[in-house]
């Protein structure tokens, strides 16, 4: 059974750097199988794709955010990464971390975890 | 960047009707487009994916549909049990990209 749980600080400071981990059980981040990903949720509002990276590959990333974002793999660990840089009021949200199977979808998210900006 | 355009933004209808969602894209995504329910205070899950293909474990009464560039998610009888909002999804080409939702209420 594949599951993700996503970690990181619920507080995070304007202009600093928001840092979330994904822990990934029950499948290697290692398969060429699957893209891993981040998408987030203001509070109120609808889904916005962050990024997704897959092993041995790019990783691609929002437009709107991609001076801002790294995505990375740990393959030791079986764990993945969002870093968001420069980090404003308008980053609070909930993040999920999901596994996207290619030529199908995000059939694995994680619960989600709140992210909130603020001084 | 391709834009997913879904409407309506909410829709409410009684227990027993058939309900459609539309989603629109501004070019052309093949097939590739996912649908997600999400229902409130939990994370999305997967409805639909390849346009048309249920995901295993979802009820019958979803399907999914494609004609060009406009895609539907149908509910062929509603339940109480799909009070949710629903979203498509392209990834056809990167960047990936969300409808802005579909919100079903149930009269």
């Known amino acids: 059974q594949v599951e993700l749980q996503e970690s990181g600080p619920g507080l995070v400071k304007p202009s600093e750097t928001l840092s979330l981990t994904c822990s990934v059980s029950?499948?290697?981040?290692?398969?060429?199988?699957?893209?891993w990903g981040w998408i987030r949720q203001p509070p109120g509002k609808g889904l916005e794709w962050i990024g997704s990276?897959?092993?041995?590959?790019?990783?691609y990333y929002n437009s709107s955010l991609n001076s801002r974002v790294t995505i990375s793999l740990d393959t030791p660990k079986n764990e993945f990464s969002l870093k968001l840089s420069s980090v404003t009021a308008s980053d609070t949200a909930v993040y999920y971390c999901?596994?996207?199977?290619?030529?199908?979808?995000?059939?694995?998210w994680g619960q989600g975890t709140t992210a909130t900006v603020s001084s | 960047d391709i834009q997913m355009t879904q409407s309506p933004s909410t829709l409410s209808a009684s227990v027993g009707d058939r309900v459609s969602i539309t989603c629109r894209a501004s070019?052309?995504?093949?097939?590739?487009l996912a649908w997600y329910q999400q229902k409130p205070g939990q994370a999305p899950n997967l409805l639909i994916y390849?346009?048309?293909s249920l995901e295993s474990g979802v009820p019958s009464r979803f399907s999914g549909s494609e004609s060009g560039t406009e895609f539907t998610l149908t509910i062929s009888s509603l339940e109480p049990d799909d009070l949710a909002t629903y979203y498509c999804?392209?990834?056809?080409?990167?960047?990936?990209?969300f409808g802005q939702g579909t919100r079903v209420e149930i009269k």
């Open positions: 999804q392209q990834y056809n080409t990167f960047p990936w990209t």
């Open positions: 070019q052309s995504i093949s097939s590739w």
């Open positions: 390849k346009a048309s």
């Open positions: 029950g499948v290697s981040v290692s398969s060429t199988s699957y893209y």
């Open positions: 990276i897959k092993y041995g590959g790019n990783a």
């Open positions: 999901a596994r996207h199977v290619i030529y199908y979808g995000m059939g694995v």
